[in-house]
Each structure stands twice: as C-alpha cells, then as structure tokens.
C-alpha cells in the first residue's frame, strides 16, 4: 500500500520513521520503553516497561490497580491477552439494590486489578531482558520524582477534586493540599517501594503477599467486598483475537469482555458499503461510518459482557448473513436510530512497540475513569480502578454483575493484519471513544493511505446516542452543515475539549522499519532509533 505522507490536519508533528519504535501518551513512559530497545531488549520489554512508567507518570489515567490487554506479533504469530480482572466473590445483585446504576467511587467500584498480571505474563512469554529490568525508569521517577507534563497536569487539577473525599487519595495524589502544577516535580516514593516489591517477586507480593494484605486490609476498613482468595485466584489468560477484513486488511480486536467487537461490526458493515469510492473527508464517508457505528453499539450494549453470562456467540454478531441485514438498515441520505439486531443464539493509556526483528505490540491499560475509585491504599501509592462501574444492574442483561464476573471494558487495543503479515499495532484511550476511534484509525489508514500521524490529527466525531454526535472543534463547518442535513443532531465542541475525543498511538509496517504517529490531544511521543 501506498502511503500519503501529507499532513493535511491542524497538528504540526511530524509521522517518525524508525526500525525502533516506541510510542505512549507520556513522553517519559515512551523513552522508559526505548532504554529498553536500547539495551538489547524486544519490543514486548519495550511496551511492558513504558507501561509500568505509565502507572507513576500519568496517574490522571492508570495505575498499578488498573486493568490491561494486549495484543502481540511475535514474529510469526498474532496472539491476544486478557488481564481484566474479575468481581469479589461477594459481588452480587443484592449488594447494589435500590440503586440504578453501579457506584463510580469506593471500594464496590473496584474490581480485581490485572495491570500487574499483564506485565508478567507479556515478560514471561516473550520478553528478552529480566523483569526486575523493565521497572527501573518507573522507580526512578517515583522515588526521584518527575516533572508533570501540561495536559496531565490540567486534568489533574480538574478531576482531583471528584476524589478528594476518598480513602489515602489527598495523601497520595495532593502533596500539599493540591494538584501538582505542569512542570512541578512529583514524587511518590511509596509506589516505588511497590514497584520494586513487584519486581522482585515476579508479581507475587501483589497478589499473594504483603501488597495483597495491605489491599484486603483496606478494603475490610472501608467497607470493601475484596479478599485474599479474589485477588489469589486471579489470572491474565491468552484469549487470542477477533477479526473482521476491510479491503485487504484484517483488523484484530480482543474478544468479549471488550467492546473491541463493536470496532468490527462497523467494519463489516462498512465493507459492504464501498466505502472508498468516497472521498477520505467527505459528508458521505463520514455518515456511513457513523451509522455503522450505531449499528455496533447497539449490538454491544444488548449482547456484550463476560463471555460466560453472553446469550450469543461473539462469532454470530460477525456473521455474513447478520452483517448483511444490519448494512441493510443504513439510509446515505439520512440518519438513523437504531436498536439492537437479532444475532443467531450462540481513563486509560495506550502504547505501542515495535522492534527491528518484526515484534509489534499493542498495549492499553486504564483506571477506567480519571483516578478510577479514587481508593488508595496507604504506604503503597496503589490507586484502583473502578472498572466494576461498567456492570450492569438490569436483571438478566448479560453484563449483570455477579460473583467473580468480568464487567464489560471499554479498553481496547487494535492491530492489523495484511496477507498474513502485521500491518499496524494502534489504539485509541477514551472510555466510548475508543471502539470508534479505532474504526476511524483503521479506515483512514488501511483504506485512504493516510500516514499514521495525519490519520491521529484528522478531527474526529463522536456517536453519543440516537442521532446525537459530537464533533471536535477542528471540523470544518462544511461538514457540520452536511451532517445536520442529513438529519444528524451535531454538536460542536470548543477546543478545550479535545480530551473528550480520546488519545491514539498507531505504528504502521513500512518498507523498511516503522511509520509512527502520537496524538497532539495528549502529552506523549513517537520515539525510536
């Protein structure tokens, strides 16, 4: 494929070309993953270290009590990793009775971290250098402490104050009674004693030993559900991946408990609307792929959850025949509202690495929202996340919470496939945003052409629900206009807002090494060698 170098968008970065590539939202996380490189290691070592220096740098998104996936080429083989973690065991309905929704703050917001178990897993089966290796740039800025970067430091100071109120966060995160300032130095000493006692025992102290007890401890003085045996029982598991083609490419996704499915829904209902015969920005491309994208997360909200509590096989919402009837279902001149079809029964940071061997990674973990549950524990500098917040509380919906189940996860990583060879590792963090900035990565680049940095700065829409949709602040007014004529409920969002349309890293194969492109919405790289 040929690649259009061209920068047509607002952004002035320029696509990095390397046969070593490193890309994270946190400049410093990026180049934690490129000593690596540098010292000998693989680009799984490379994504694993950038993502424990993710957990101490931009802690506005992640930690080490976040959950994570991954997707790896190893050089011959695609392969996917699971490390969300589950409910305690005495999650269940009647704990959350009379209330709507799941809470958003506290201990039953927290299901069990997997972040740790993902950076054990990827080290052990691929990795080159020893683990006690890859979390050396991480101690170093939690004891020595960093300068936080602009955009970190403005959400910081924005969403603090929702989390003040919880169990060791004014003592972790507000040094002095406040959020740090962009350029302030940071220092969280107790999370790098954590690192280090993680580090040391493969994992173990987390799950297992002395992190374990402090993590249950807290929980038990708080009103928490977490025990000894929830977090013991938990595993990361390789689940491989989904794919759907489009064009010549296939685009993998992790399968259900994620949303990735409702990225490939929308492909394959795009793959039967001949996208490209219309151009990359025009009003008709971009209102077929918003309605596949309806389409899909109708699907998702219906059908998706723990694989175990699903009344459908993921597989039949790929199907020809379903795909057919629900590309059937979109108007090119006006825009729908869809529901969901009937299928045959059956805050985050992302990364990516790339090696000059041929290994490419996919990367993501996340709190799920901002600081997660705003729940530190005390002496260690763990924040958790609040993944259990994306429950169900509707009864018989296959996303019900329930003891030791998998919650439905926003988080996804991406990767593309062509002739049986990788073709891009990218992701998109933002919560609802990530599944349609997938979608609109993969189109822009696998069907357009577009380099990886020009496809990351292109302006982005948004499904919000209905005929709703958000658009950012750089979209041209012409295509506002258009999409209002065809019945769309647009909504333009002032440039203070580009958080809200998620943050990528993409790394394309090129002919000879890498074509990386990082978000200007965020603070991080694209750095490589």
Not at 315 to 324: E, I, V
Not at 404 to 431: C, D, E, Y
Request: proline fraction near 6%; hydrophobic fraction near 45%.
């Amino acid at each position: 494929m040929d690649l259009d170098y061209a920068l047509p968008y607002s952004s002035q970065r320029s696509p990095v070309l390397a046969r070593n590539v490193v890309c994270a939202s946190q400049p410093l996380a990026a180049q934690a993953g490129l000593r690596m490189l540098l010292q000998g290691g693989n680009a799984v070592d490379a994504a694993v270290a950038a993502a424990i220096a993710s957990t101490v740098v931009e802690p506005t998104a992640n930690g080490v009590g976040s959950d994570a996936f991954a997707i790896v080429w190893d050089g011959a083989s695609l392969h996917g990793l699971n490390a969300s973690g589950r409910a305690p065991a005495a999650w269940d309905a009647a704990r959350f009775a009379g209330r709507e929704t799941m809470p958003r703050r506290g201990w039953d917001s927290v299901t069990v971290p997997g972040a740790v178990s993902s950076w054990v897993a990827l080290s052990r089966r691929f990795g080159a250098l020893p683990f006690e290796r890859l979390f050396e740039p991480a101690v170093d800025y939690a004891r020595r402490g960093f300068a936080v970067s602009p955009l970190i430091a403005a959400l910081w100071q924005r969403i603090a104050p929702n989390y003040a109120d919880q169990p060791g966060f004014a003592e972790a995160f507000l040094p002095g009674g406040r959020a740090p300032a962009a350029g302030e130095t940071f220092r969280n000493a107790p999370l790098a004693g954590t690192l280090e006692a993680i580090a040391a025992t493969g994992g173990e102290a987390f799950y297992r030993g002395a992190l374990a007890e402090a993590l249950v401890a807290h929980a038990a003085r708080h009103g928490g559900a977490m025990t000894r045996d929830d977090l013991a029982a938990h595993e990361a598991h390789w689940c491989g991946t989904l794919s759907q083609r489009i064009g010549d490419v296939d685009v993998h996704e992790i399968p259900p408990n994620t949303q990735g499915i409702a990225t490939l829904i929308a492909l394959g209902i795009l793959a039967r609307h001949d996208l490209r015969r219309h151009a990359v920005d025009s009003i008709e491309a971009m209102h077929l792929q918003i309605e596949a994208m309806k389409l899909a997360f109708a699907d998702v909200e219906a059908f998706v959850g723990d694989p175990a509590g699903m009344q459908v096989d993921p597989k039949s919402l790929l199907a020809d025949d379903y795909l057919d009837a629900r590309a059937a279902l979109i108007d090119p001149a006006r825009a729908g509202d869809f529901g969901a079809g009937a299928p045959r029964q059956g805050g985050t940071v992302y990364l990516a690495a790339a090696d000059a061997a041929g290994m490419m990674v996919s990367f993501i973990q996340s709190n799920y929202e901002g600081f997660g549950s705003g729940v530190v524990v005390p002496g260690t500098g763990i924040s958790l996340q609040n993944r259990g917040m994306g429950f169900s509380l509707r009864p018989g919906h296959p996303n019900l919470v329930g003891s030791r189940r998998l919650p439905l996860h926003t988080i996804i990583p991406g990767f593309a496939m062509r002739a049986g060879q990788p073709a891009m590792s990218f992701g998109v963090m933002g919560g609802p945003m990530q599944a349609q900035g997938h979608l609109q990565l993969a189109v822009r680049t696998q069907l357009y052409g577009q380099n990886p940095q020009a496809a990351s700065d292109a302006p982005r829409w948004q499904v919000v629900s209905g005929r709703k949709v958000l658009v950012e602040a750089g979209m041209p007014e012409s295509s506002v206009a258009g999409l209002l004529a065809l019945g769309h409920e647009v909504r333009q969002e002032s440039p203070q807002a580009a958080f809200a349309f998620g943050g990528a890293q993409l790394i394309l194969r090129g002919s000879d090494g890498y074509v990386a492109g990082s978000d200007h919405r965020k603070d991080g790289a694209a750095v490589g060698f």
